[in-house]
């Protein structure tokens, strides 16, 4: 029995999938393109479960994708939103100072967000006590305005309807199970040959990639994240409030997000977890994904390898609910009783690491050939930065058609 055909295959239905065949669509009205996806529903991982901040883009530095994609995307995001009359909360962000120390680390933003073309102002504390009377500050803080808060689900629901409407072909339930030869793989549903093979897997993206002969050095250290709810709705915040970050690290720190209902959230953890889906109880439990990435947080433990150990050993205390509501009582004065706060849906980041340099991988990373992309590393911002870097990739794929290979980084101002 001959093979289904399509010429994109997209593997997986996050918003960068989402988007990316969307993009491809749009460069190639002709063209077919498949989406799968192996949940019953696209957005149920990362993209569904993530805060639904959409970020600024002044964490970053200014040679950075993010950097870019992140301002771009706040903008084309917004517009999407707005243009569909989808939920969405622009009250801005708060930066604040635990000390005077953190002072130096709000200088760094401030530079960081003037090099990426970012509205962001310096501020007194009177000033950010006006924003938002519930905030701690030492002497200073940073205001973003055009920080915001979407509804992640019907951001993913409206994609999802515009990818239908444009012809693109959607299976959920479908997952990649192997690559046979070339560009034929086996799936859920059967073999399928694709002209090109798009890998946006996520979670899995590291082991895909390995089958077509790409992330030789690379694998997925998953990290879990937890969140605290305001189950009674009266935590009365008007901006999102986030502390001065360590910068080395990609995480953000434990901060109070403002949902698009008004609602608070404390969070998230960056907990290392011991399995891609370990979203709670033994849902999803590999024995071979303990082995794997167990035996890759030994090395990195005993290394201590990015500050490994030290990051485990200061957030494993997090995922008691006591200690991470003391931990955020040091950004906001009324803070509500620990009881009035519940858990939410946990999230896990997909975040690459380096196996042989032994360092986290900061920004966006994706190899690729003529036959073939694989999205490495596609972490936070990725919500806010999906409809740019999925343009980004399109183009790169038809260089990569012309026959060139990427798998090293090139600087974002030259790509």
Known sequence: ????????????GGIVGLTLA???????PSASVLLIEKEDELGLHASGRNSGVLHAGFYYTADSLKARF???????????CERLSLPINRCGKLVVARTEAEHAGLDELLRRGQRNGVELLAITEREALELDPSCRTSGRALFSPTTSSVDPVAVMQALTV??????????TG?????????????????????????????LYADRIARQFGFSSQYRILPFRGLYLKDRSGTQALRRHIYPVPELKYPFLGVHFTVQVDGKAKIGPTATPAVWREQYGGVSGISAREISEIGGLQSRLFLS??????????RELPKALKRVLHRRAGSLVSTLQPARMWSWGKPGIRAQLVDVQEMALVMDFRYEGDARSLHVLNAVSPAFTCAMPFSEHLVSEIESLSEGRRVTEPRPAEVL
């Open 1 to 12: 029995m001959s093979n289904r055909t399509t010429d994109y295959l997209v593997i997986g």
């Open 162 to 171: 515009e990818a239908l409407g444009s012809g693109i072909a959607i299976e």
């Open 22 to 28: 969307l993009a491809l669509r749009r460069r190639e």
């Open 304 to 313: 201590n390898a990015f500050e490994f150990r030290t990051l485990a050993r």
């Open 70 to 80: 992140s301002r771009d995307g706040n903008r084309w995001l917004t517009d999407f």
């Open 174 to 202: 479908n997952s990649f199970v192997r690559r046979i030869e070339g560009n034929t793989v086996e799936t859920a549903s059967g073999r399928l040959e694709a002209g090109y093979i798009i890998n946006a897997a996520g």
